[in-house]
């Protein structure tokens, strides 16, 4: 009898320990942010039957999915995505209105991330000059690393460099990128002076060497490929505008591309970013003491594949499939190495994708090319018979119309007279949904639709005279497969996805945007919120009924 008393309170000792051990903390350890660039909510539920129960569902299943989120903007470039989630602020107050823009004082483009006082670290002095410097408010990151006596380690990195820089604020310790020279992780002179010494073992390894003897073959039966078109059809561009059918045979590609370059396009892209977030992870301690860390990782290869062959095509759908094996391995290492309770991990996108417009005409929807290029020449010549010979317009890109500010002032010519007259010519344009002037969006009170979207990717001093918003269905004249530069669902509806610390398993159906995820990380945590946000907190991830 007494045996069995001394078992049962064994027994009852042992699970109370368990149920402690399940617990979480009040703060996190540690907070990793996802960001799979170009994907659409929909490449969820459309290939999740292809996914394992470890990966993408696993946190779908087990976290609190947000299954309506979206950008709430029209300008959406891979850039303004990655500063949104990160500030919580549209592009009309953190700044980053496109990938790049025409600067009206310099008379140069901008890029988002540009800064010619920074040095690369860990390849050619000049070929990285970046830093996150053209933000315009604060990140989650800066914040909490403020608030903490900058106790708090951030860190950032992806293929793509304005993923890293962007993500980790202006507080990170440091932001790695890919250097398709080289083959090399590298860094800025804003962060550091010299790579890490587990940064430079890492590159020793010469991983992207060995993936390029490799090919990239079908996971599935090709019969199994059902969600998407045949792998020979007429709407994907392809690497190089010539690859465009499996098996991709790496070492005959790069006789066509070079360098490096071709990691950026393969699946095996994603597998180099996911062994070196581990490696950082592992080397750097995070999630070890009592301060909570942020490892904020972005997969680019997507982008690029999307752009290429679009949402339709088998390759998008294997390189869904081949990455969610890398979220799983991933999701495996953080919580054997912190625990899942330790942890808040939010998976998201920085954009969708659009489909090719040729698809949807032979498919019998509405959709074109907008010819920009032609307009531009139009415009011109059309400005030239207005106010007489000049070169009026400075450029053109982003759906976006800049102005020669000086022969109009040096003409005595009312601008915003010019503005509107340039927009009603553009209005009249096949493909053409809007055409606002810069007055219209500084001074209109737009609270819903398509130009409440615009004004939301409008900022004074960054944004042409006048934005377009095309059509749905349409794009620019491009020369390849998809693109993302609308207000519209295909490019604004993206996942959101929450899981680990004190996160219960729901799904959430009204609309989120990607602005409330710094203020529900803030409102968690009891943290101040960035300078610039304007989200509102999903109250559904703290409430508890």
Known sequence: MKLIFFVVIVLLYTNVLGQTNDIPNDKPKLIVGIVVEQMRQDYLTRYWDDFSNDGFKKLAIYGAWCQNNKLNYSISHSSPGFATIVTGAEPTEHGIVADLWYNTLSDEINTSIGDKRQTTIGAKANKYQFSPKKLLCTSISDEIKLYNRSNSKVFSLGLNPKGAVLSGGFSANEAFWFDTDSGNWVSSSYYTNALPNWVKEFNDKNYPADYLTRSWELTLPESDYNESLPDANLYEYGINGYYKTFPYDYQEIIKDIRNYELINLIPEGNNLTTDFAVSLMLNENLGKDNDIDFLFINYSVNEEIGKLYGPNAMETQDLYIKLDKDIAHLITVIEENIGKHNVLIYLTSNCGVSNNPTYLIDNKLPAGNFKHHYIKVLLESYLKALYGEGNWIKDFTNNQIYFNRTLIEDSKIDLQELRLKAADFIMNSEGVSYALTADQLAKGNYSTGMKYL????????????????????????????????????????????????????QIITRTTYSKDIVPSIATMLNFPVPTGSTGTPIFELYERK
Not at 468 to 479: P, T
Not at 484 to 491: A, E, K
């Open 454 to 505: 615009m004004q939301n990717s409008y900022h004074p001093k960054r944004s042409g005279d006048i934005i377009i918003c095309l059509k749905s269905g349409w794009l620019n004249d491009i020369s390849y497969s998809a693109d993302h530069i609308s207000g519209y669902n295909y490019d604004t509806h993206i996942p959101l996805i929450w899981y680990g610390w004190k996160i219960k398993k």
